[in-house]
């Protein structure tokens, strides 16, 4: 202790000397001088910062939130997806137009569930046009099938996907929709890779996610919702270009995307 006090002492005293002679030597000079020096010792600190001196932890710009994929939802909480007042909640009559749809199409609906946006695309698309109504669970896909048998729509085939794979066919897809689903992919990077590889030329792919920010969708559990900045940040090193993004839905983002040109896809 003896030896941490005297050195201790000895550092304090050696500062206080240096201090000292520091005023003396600035006495010696005008004070409009002093002004001058201070004001360029600022200038350098703030151009430091404009050439990307760090910032502070906490205040980096273009951090991006970390996301974990949330679970995936069960066929046993299918009711939900065929609720009373979804029309009103995600107005799909707006994503089916935002979505550019022709009579004729090869339409991909990844993660149908129940077939909600599958059975409507299929009847824009007309008898000559096909949708292929992915999910992963076969209980989805029974009921997809039960509800467009009720409705008489013929147009829907159903494809048991897998968590990597969709069982799309390459570059035979003109347009894929993905509805509140994407967030809950296990695999997202080998599942872009898969989405880009089954887009047509000039394929679109139209992606709709509750969102993060503000509290239009304070109602669904934050594990379900993206910002656009996360979208965003995951989508475009894998290949993806955004043609449009649409917030005219009550509570969700809707993002536009194609596949950018020399990119290439995460294996």
């Not at 929709?177 to 989405?195: C, G, N, S, T, W």
Request: aromatic share 6%; net charge negative.
């Amino acid at each position: 202790m003896a030896f941490l006090s005297g050195s201790l002492s000895s550092s304090y005293e050696t500062q206080e000397t240096s201090s000292m002679s520091h005023r003396a030597a600035l006495s010696r000079f005008p004070r409009r001088a002093v002004l001058l020096w201070t004001l360029w010792a600022w200038s350098l600190a703030a151009l430091g910062i404009a050439c990307g001196a760090p910032l502070p932890a906490g205040e980096q710009k273009g951090a991006v939130t970390a996301r974990k994929p949330a679970n995936v939802m069960s066929h046993e909480g299918a009711a939900w997806l065929e609720r009373e007042g979804r029309d009103q909640e995600e107005k799909p009559e707006v994503v089916l137009a935002e979505m550019g749809l022709k009579e004729g199409m090869t339409v991909a609906e990844i993660g149908a569930g129940t077939g909600y946006f599958a059975r409507r695309i299929a009847k824009v698309i007309g008898p000559t046009g096909k949708v292929l109504a992915v999910d992963i669970q076969p209980e989805m896909l029974e009921l997809l099938e039960k509800y467009t048998a009720e409705e008489g729509v013929k147009n829907v085939v159903p494809v048991l996907g897998t968590e990597t794979d969709p069982k799309l066919p390459k570059a035979g897809v003109d347009r894929i929709l993905m509805v509140d689903v994407y967030h809950e992919f296990q695999k997202p990077e080998e599942m872009l890779a898969r989405i880009r590889e089954s887009l047509a030329p000039g394929g679109r792919v139209i992606l709709v996610e509750y969102r993060a920010e503000g509290d239009s969708a304070a109602h669904i559990n934050a594990a379900h919702r993206m910002s656009a900045e996360q979208v965003l940040a995951e989508w475009n090193p894998a290949g993806f270009e955004l043609v449009n993004r649409v917030e005219t839905l009550p509570s969700q983002h809707l993002f536009i995307f194609t596949t950018r040109r020399g990119a290439r896809a995460v294996p």
